[in-house]
């Protein structure tokens, strides 16, 4: 699946770009999880050191088996960290961001994929932020908030210019809340109440940076 395929007729896209994947591992490895998940492995390795000491391992059929299942299935919060850790690289890979003249693009998944668009006219708010490994490897997110909350497809996660991006997103949102609420034929020359005026942005500067 091609996410440009995605894009709407007659849309115009001002930036494109993809999820860093060092970062996304990153995170993974250096999650909510990963003590518990230590823990969990050394405490299940003391018990599987300490039952071959003792002989309890050294039997064959039912016993044996038994032990083995019983380890394999105590050991599911080890697995979970670990599979977390190794599709990190899968999701960071077929993720992937597109800005239009209409909205943010995202597509995300797996083994498949899922393309999810946010519309500006939903968009209240927009923001910036860098965690740990973002100031590290030199990327950050936009986080783009709805009025309800975060909205599927709004975040552009772990990417490299997020600065001149979270630019982008404010000024078309803005505009585009500008428009819902002045449409053309009504919108005033000048606010007098916050003595300020609207010019609508020259877009294809954009496309010319980007």
Known sequence: MDLRNQVGPGESIYWSGKKSIKVSVLEAIF??????????ALFDGMMILGMSFGGALEGQGFIG??????????????????????TSVMRAKNTEYII??????????????????KPFAELAHVSVSQGVFDRMCGTGDVICTCEHGHGAGGDILNIEDYESVFKLVKELQENIYSDTMYPNDLRPQEN?????????????????NF
């Open 65 to 86: 088996g038994f032990l083995a299942m019983f380890f394999l299935i105590h050991l599911m919060p080890v697995w979970i960290y670990l599979g977390g850790v190794i």
């Open 100 to 117: 239009t003249d209409k909205g943010v693009y995202t597509q995300t998944g797996i083994l498949g994929k899922r393309v999810d668009m």
């Open 192 to 208: 007098h109440g916050y003595k300020t005026k609207y010019v609508r942005s020259d877009y294809d500067s954009y496309r010319q």
């Open 31 to 40: 999650n909510k999880m990963l003590p518990i998940a230590l823990i969990w």
